[in-house]
Structure formats: C-alpha cells, structure tokens
C-alpha cells in the first residue's frame, strides 16, 4: 500500500525478470468500499479494455474522473503479440480460481495479496474486491471458444516477454492510495506454484507537473428526491 500525491509519478520496474503486477487506485482518503475507487467499466469505455499511451483510468461514480493516466514505457511491444498490450484492466486471480484450476487450496492470489495490502492501512477485503489495472501481462481482446461451445469476445493473455530493467509508468491526477500486489502466476509461463517469481520496484518521482483540474459534478440527487416527495405527497406512490 503506496500514497501517491496528485502530480507525482509512480513507475513499476522490473529489476530481476518478468513478473506481472496487479495494482488498484483508491482516493487517498478512502476509508471502505464507499469511498473513491477504480471502475473498470467506464475506464473500458473511454480508454479502451487495453489501455494505449495517455489512456486515463475513471474513479465510479459519484466521483466519475481521471485517477491517473499511463504515461511510459520502455517494453518493446515488437515481442509481443500483434494488438496486445502490456497494459489492461478488470479482474485478478483469486485463490478460489487457483483451487478450481490446480486443486490447490490455500495457494496465494493476486486477491489474497490485495487483502493484506488492504489490511495493512486499515481496510477490509471488501477493498480487495474491486477491478484493478494489469500489468506487463500481454493482453487482447479477441473472441475465443467458450466451453459450452461459443464464440465470444475475451480477455487473451500471453506469457511475458519482458526483461530486467523494463518499467511502466504512471502519473497520479488525484491523491491516490495505490494497492499493489505481485501476482502468484509470474511471468505466466505455467501452474501458479512452478513458475520463477522476480521483485518488483514501485518507484514515486516527484513531476513539478500539476494536474488539471476535475470540476465537480451537478448533483441531481436533490432534485430527483425532491420529486419523488411530491409524487408521493400528490398520491402517486407507484
């Protein structure tokens, strides 16, 4: 768990080998599940599923504006597949998925992992549970067969082609907490308890760059409430 003040950069650095990384954005101040957190939906919908150069990552309503945006790279995409990308969001591995594919119980997750980062600034894993961002993990989209034997659009991950010294990075527009976590999977080259597993640096730099201002939103809950009573007082309870 890292404080990352508004207009500071943080950069994931790999210093050993390829590790993906797991990482969620909480407003500085958040205080349980209510507070300002990541949405993957409305990040999916104006910055991609897999997020490009400048892509910005959306807090959920009633906050809905720009956490952070993704700013470096040194990773040579030229290694990876063509349309993927070292760079996406939406779910982690969870210890019960580990169980459902290995038969492994008690094996660590990316979400076991956020529940102790949660836990060690006071949070529950209710935290944990949220949609996070994805890291040097090569990713598409692409339709794939599903089981029942369909077609349809899904997450396509590939094994790493990262190397020592690789980093990507990211520049803070508000007050974030950032949970980060180091996924049981490695460079996902295999099970989840034989692959190589390498460090990961976090390094914050201060930009001298200050973000650009979110305006507050209209807030039309008071309006609409204020409705509501007078329907209700009118006689139109339904």
């Known amino acids: 768990a890292v404080y990352v003040n508004a207009g500071q950069s943080f950069r994931f650095l790999q210093t050993d080998g390829p590790n ?3 990482f969620n954005l909480l407003g500085a101040d958040t205080k349980d599940a209510t507070g300002e957190m990541f949405d993957t939906s409305y990040t999916a919908g104006l910055s991609g599923f897999i997020p490009r150069k ?17 700013i470096d790279d040194n ?8 349309e993927y990308g070292p ?18 119980k008690n094996h660590h997750s990316c979400h076991s992992n956020f529940v102790e980062a949660a836990a060690s600034v006071g949070l529950d894993e209710s935290v944990a549970r949220q949609g996070n961002i994805n890291i040097f993990q090569p990713t598409t989209v692409r339709e794939k067969m599903i089981p029942p034997g ?5 997450w396509d991950g590939a094994p790493l082609t990262t190397e020592a010294g690789d980093f990507i990075e990211f520049y ?16 996902q080259t295999g099970r989840p308890d ?17 973000p ?6 209209h807030d039309w809950r008071p309006t609409r409430t204020t409705k509501m009573k007078k329907l209700k007082a009118d006689g139109r309870t339904k």
């Open 54 to 70: 400048y892509g910005r990552f959306w807090s959920k309503l009633p906050h809905f504006r720009p956490m952070a945006t993704y």
């Open 150 to 154: 369909y077609k349809s659009p899904s």
């Open 87 to 104: 760079v996406w969001h939406g779910q982690h591995c969870t210890s019960e998925l580990i169980q459902m594919a290995y038969g492994l």
């Open 194 to 210: 034989e692959v190589k597993h390498f460090p990961i640096d976090l390094l914050v730099y201060d930009t001298g760059v200050k």
């Open 20 to 22: 993906i990384v797991d």
């Open 212 to 217: 650009q201002h979110s305006p507050k939103w």
């Open 172 to 187: 803070a527009e508000i007050d974030l907490l950032v949970l980060a976590v180091h996924c049981p999977y490695g460079d």
């Open 75 to 82: 990773i040579d995409k030229s290694k990876m597949p063509p």
